[in-house]
């Protein structure tokens, strides 16, 4: 977020006037920095979104929580770009 905050004239007009006002509307109550992958994550057994690059799932943390949760059928995947062919998202997106 701390890209978003710098670039403020990059914004739309929404967001200059709350900058302007002294808010920050990239303060989001539930949303949270993930540093690295906690051993116990998954075990808390809570509902969460995590948006995690590389988006073509071949390596990082989105292909680490790929291999980690993709057996539960209770999980999902958005792949909010393109997929190359040969990728491990371009893979799982023919197989749905």
């Known amino acids: 977020m701390h890209v ?3 670039y403020i004239n ?3 007009n929404y967001v200059k006037q709350k900058f ?16 690295k ?13 995590m948006m ?3 988006g ?9 929580c790929f291999e980690k949760w993709c057996h ?3 999980n999902g995947v958005i792949i909010t770009g393109y997929c190359i062919d040969g990728t491990l998202a ?3 997106l023919t197989i749905y």
């Open 90 to 92: 371009k893979v799982s």
């Open 20 to 35: 302007k006002e002294g808010i920050n509307p990239f303060l989001f109550k539930y949303v949270k920095h993930l540093e």
């Open 4 to 6: 978003f905050e710098t």
């Open 10 to 12: 990059m914004m739309g």
């Open 52 to 54: 995690a690059s590389p």
């Open 37 to 49: 992958m906690d051993e116990n994550f998954d075990e808390q057994n809570k509902s969460c979104v």
């Open 72 to 74: 539960d059928e209770r």
């Open 56 to 64: 073509m799932l071949q390596n990082g943390l989105s292909r680490t």
